[in-house]
Every structure is written in structure tokens, then in C-alpha cells.
């Protein structure tokens, strides 16, 4: 076979192989590449043993998505040319988009100590030799992160009533009270400002480690009491299976400070289990268990138990989760609380560098005990609605306005209110 001929087709092969992943065809181009497939397929009873014809035979076969009749036919090309370099290629791709990347690996290193391929295909198949076990040895390492930083206004920064004055059962013969300043809803502009690195390094080739931290600080222009800063760790281990689910442990830890005061430290462990799904669709099943310390409240110490259910594709997620909040002293049992919730996101692309974001959350609370001022056990139910305009304006910047509403509707007036939130922000992803 031509030099020429073998350069240009080993050269295809290499591309193809890239990501040792299938890639599926769409619209006109699968139309196609079924067609020939079918076309040839129909002559195989006839044509088979001939090298030239499994060749063709193999080649449209792997690019309709048919794996398994493209290693046949190039294993009989093998079997009468067993030199045959552009056939054992694209048996390797065959293989890899398959899933098997042993076996490709090892295809392609057969190709790479043939003597006859030019240097520029040789030395392009030993790059994917070194790419298939990195593979083979779990994938190696990565790290990402990302920078965001926004300015808005906020109609209640304190997540508190409208109302003035309220009425408490307990001392309703001195008629309603008065509400001092942070017990009553307040607005103000802030900036608010956000990061995280996230790591994941391989271990084998089915078991990961992996760690993140996350930071957040918003500040309030003339509301310092109501400052917020967050910092939170996470670091785990996470075992894939041969049918591609993921079981992962993790423990977690996160200081919260209110109006530039330690408020809250929380730390637990989650476990998941996640499956995969096709379409690029990925169901989970979580487990979390949280302890909840409160530097200035001891009486609000509680430990959480919950349990999730997530569905991510690639433009939305849903997720459902529940559990019980217990506080471990018996005299502040009216924080403990049984809680439910709902939530979906969506992020659709409306055009080459837009796309508008969108969320809906729902969350229900049902308390255990009485409210020792109020006399009746809290009742919540809130909904949070979020939308937005996502702009990249480099490949990793964007520029994002948003605006948040959330209502909380409570059977206790002290806690019932409505919140707005408008912001405009950038965020850079590495």
C-alpha cells in the first residue's frame, strides 16, 4: 500500500481516537454514515474474506456507531494482511470507541513498531499510546477553579418581616410590640465576592481522590450586622465500576460568619451513589450527615440527617431532598424540624456566546415542638425563583445579571417575609 495512502488514512484514524470515547453522529452526517453501513452490510455474505471490501466494511461500520461488526471485519482484513497498519488502526479505534482500551492500547502500539509508518503518524500514535495508559492508570490528575465577583441591591438583607410591630401570645396583654431595626426588613446595596479550587487525582484506574474549597463574602455597603462570609472543604474518595456508576465518601467542614463574627461551623459526611444514564444523563442517590456547632447559640447545636435524589443531563438538573434536624439539647427542641424540598435548574444556549440561566427551589419545614414566645410549632414553606443572562465574552469570562425573589410564608408573622435581589457580575472558570 501507498505511503501517501497509509499516512492519510492512519492520520484519520488518529484523529478519530482522540478521545478513546464514542462520538455520536447527528442530523445528516449519521443519516449517512448508517446508509453506507447498511449498503455494505448487505454484501457482506457475499463479500466477506475479501480484505479490500471488510476494510470499507469496518471503516462504516465504526462511523455509524456499530462497534462490534467493525472489529470483526477488521480482524479478517488482519487475518490474510496481518501488516496491514491503517487496518489495525482503525481496529484500535474501533476498540477504544468500544470502551476497551486495553486492547486499543495494545492495537496501537503494534501500529507505532511498524517499521513503514511515516514519523508524523508514528510519532502521532505514540501520543495516544501515552494517552491510553494514563487512562489505563486512572486518568491522572486535574484542577480547575473559578473567580466571580457582582454588585446588586437586596430588598432584605436580614431575611425578616415587613411588619412594624407583632403581637406574642405571651405577653398579648401588653398589646403588640414594637420591632427594633434587625428584626425588621432592611435593604442595601452590596458586592458580593466568590471562589473555589476543586482537585481530582487518580489513585488506579477506578478509584479517585478528590478535595475542593470554596469561599464567599458579601458585604453590605451600610449594614455591616448583617455581613456574610462562608469557607468550605470537602475532600473524598470516589470508586467507578465497570458499568461506569460512581460510589463516592466524603467529609466536609464549613465556617459561617455573620457581621464579621464566627456564627456556625458545620461538618459531616456525605456518601452517593451515581448512575449513569444514557444521553449523557446522570441519576444520584446521596446520603448526608451534618453536625451543626453555633458559637453564640448552643442551644440551636443540632445534627441533620437527609437524603437526596438528583437527575443532571447536560442543560438541567433536578433534585429532591429530605431529612430531620434534631438539637441536642432537649431545651431548644422548637429548632428541631422535619424538612422537605425540590429544585431545578436549566441553563439553555439562545445563541453562539448567550445563554439564560434559570432556577426554582422549594423548601417545607414542620417543627417539633412549640415556640416558647409564639405557643404553636412553626410552619414554613418557601420558594426561591432565580433567572439570569449568561454572556462569555472571553472562552473562560462571562459577564452574568441576575435577579433572585423568595418568599417564606410562616404561621409565625416574625418569620414570614419576601426578599428581592438584583445583581450584575463576572465570573472567570479555569
Known amino acids: 500500500m501507498a505511503t501517501k495512502h497509509l499516512f492519510l488514512q492512519a492520520s484519520a484514524c488518529a484523529l478519530a481516537v482522540a478521545a478513546a470515547l464514542p462520538t455520536p453522529a447527528f442530523g445528516q452526517q449519521a443519516n449517512e454514515a448508517e446508509a453506507r453501513y447498511t449498503a455494505l452490510a448487505a454484501q457482506e455474505r457475499q463479500k466477506a474474506g475479501d480484505p479490500a471490501f471488510d476494510y470499507a466494511l469496518g471503516l462504516a461500520a465504526s462511523d455509524a456507531g456499530h462497534y462490534g461488526e467493525a472489529i470483526v471485519a477488521l480482524q479478517r482484513v488482519l487475518a490474510r494482511q496481518p501488516d496491514n497498519a491503517p487496518a489495525r488502526a482503525e481496529l484500535a479505534r474501533a476498540y477504544a470507541l468500544a470502551g476497551d482500551i486495553d486492547t486499543a492500547r495494545a492495537q496501537f502500539a503494534t501500529v507505532v513498531d511498524d517499521p513503514t509508518i511515516p514519523d508524523p503518524v508514528r510519532q502521532r500514535f505514540t501520543g495516544f499510546v501515552r494517552q491510553f495508559d494514563k487512562q489505563i492508570k486512572g486518568g491522572g490528575s486535574d484542577l480547575s477553579g473559578f473567580a466571580e465577583s457582582a454588585f446588586g441591591h437586596d430588598s432584605n438583607i436580614n431575611s425578616a418581616t415587613q411588619l412594624t410591630s407583632i403581637t406574642i401570645p405571651l405577653f398579648a396583654a401588653l398589646g403588640p410590640g414594637t420591632l427594633g431595626n434587625n428584626a425588621r426588613a432592611q435593604k442595601d446595596e452590596f458586592y458580593d465576592l466568590s471562589g473555589g479550587i476543586s482537585a481530582v487525582s487518580a489513585i488506579s484506574r ?225
Open 206 to 430: 477506578t478509584n479517585r481522590v478528590f478535595g475542593s474549597l470554596l469561599g464567599n463574602f458579601r458585604d453590605n455597603l451600610d449594614s455591616a450586622a448583617f455581613d456574610q462570609a462562608s469557607l468550605t472543604g470537602t475532600a473524598g474518595f470516589a470508586h467507578t465500576f465497570a458499568n461506569r456508576d460512581v460510589a463516592s465518601l466524603s467529609g466536609q467542614v464549613q465556617k459561617y460568619w455573620l457581621g464579621h463574627k464566627g456564627f456556625r461551623t458545620a461538618f459531616g459526611a456525605i456518601g452517593q451513589y451515581t448512575h449513569m444514564l444514557p444521553g449523557g444523563k446522570a441519576l444520584s442517590a446521596s446520603v448526608q450527615y451534618t453536625r451543626f456547632d453555633y458559637d453564640r447559640d448552643p442551644l440551636r447545636d443540632a445534627d441533620r440527617l437527609a437524603v437526596g435524589l438528583g437527575l443532571a443531563a447536560r442543560q438541567f438538573s433536578v433534585n429532591l431532598i429530605g431529612g430531620h434536624e434534631e438539637t441536642r439539647s432537649q431545651a431548644g427542641d422548637a429548632e428541631s424540624n422535619t424538612f422537605a424540598g425540590a429544585s431545578a435548574g436549566a441553563e439553555i444556549q439562545i445563541a453562539p456566546k448567550v445563554a439564560v440561566v434559570g432556577g426554582v427551589a422549594f423548601d417545607l419545614r414542620r417543627y417539633d415542638r412549640a415556640d416558647l414566645l409564639f405557643m404553636r410549632k412553626r410552619h414554613d414553606e418557601r420558594v426561591d425563583v432565580t433567572a439570569a443572562v449568561k454572556f462569555a465574552i472571553l472562552p473562560r469570562l462571562f459577564l452574568q445579571p441576575k435577579a433572585t425573589w423568595s418568599r417564606n410564608w410562616s404561621n409565625i408573622a416574625l418569620y414570614d417575609h419576601e426578599r428581592w435581589t438584583v445583581q450584575a457580575g463576572a465570573r472567570f472558570e479555569f
